[in-house]
């Protein structure tokens, strides 16, 4: 048996991989192209306008995330905020929460409860933001 295998409970005896190689490559493969965007975007390159602002008028929660990541890869927090402040005052919760659940992914665990509703309260947080920057 492979060091990467634990036994699964069960009649059958079976055996599954205590983490996934080709979980890992994806996530890899996500980050990669998250850094081709951003070097696309700061060489000029064109971005995805906002459909629900094209359609509404309104900012969408998400409207100025372009905006919001060019500036902090400038180190511009001022500008980062102006683009889109809750995103940007909430990244490293958003980031300890994205590695946290990748981790549990991974190893083919389950995030559990907690972090289920830490995302279920953040996603709540960012409805609430994107009313709000409607109304002023």
Known sequence: ???DMVKESGPEGLYRERYSSRKIRFLLLVCLLGIAC???LRMGGPSVPCVFHK???LECPGC???????ALSRLDLQAAMKANAFLTVTLPYLTALL????????RNEKAGAKAEAAAVVYCIGLILFGIFRNLT
């Open 64 to 70: 100025g995330v372009t905006r919001m990541i060019l």
């Open 55 to 57: 359609l509404t008028g």
């Open 38 to 40: 951003l070097i696309w």
């Open 1 to 3: 048996m492979r060091p």
């Open 99 to 106: 590695i946290y659940s990748a981790y549990k992914w991974i």
